[in-house]
């Protein structure tokens, strides 16, 4: 699947990992359920999208914990920028 495509979709991706289809709801206004989905799960690209989640919500010490837990720095640019970052490189 490329970006365009799951920024498209009308309805989540079912077929893709945890942290892509975190990322649709997302995408759509639904942080709850974006967060729910990754809140669990054990992968790093799910912490990686758990991390951008805690930082959209301003709560950069919950979210460096988490960029932390997925091996990733942290993101200094604008939130939009952050999104298709994590989703480029987890569609890829």
């Known amino acids: 699947m490329q970006l365009e495509g799951l ?12 942290a892509v289809r975190a990322l649709w709801y997302d995408k759509r206004g639904d942080w709850n359920t ?3 989905l990754v809140q669990n799960a054990s992968d790093r690209d799910s912490a990686w999208v758990h991390a951008y989640l805690h930082r ?5 010490a919950n979210a460096g914990y988490w960029y ?9 640019g604008e ?6 970052a994590i989703a480029r490189e987890l569609l890829s």
């Open 56 to 60: 959209k919500e301003g709560d950069l």
């Open 34 to 36: 974006a967060h729910e």
């Open 7 to 18: 920024i498209e979709l009308n309805t989540c991706p079912d077929g893709e990992a945890t």
């Open 68 to 76: 932390r837990r997925s091996g990733r720095s942290s993101f200094n």
């Open 79 to 84: 939130l939009d920028r952050e999104w298709e």
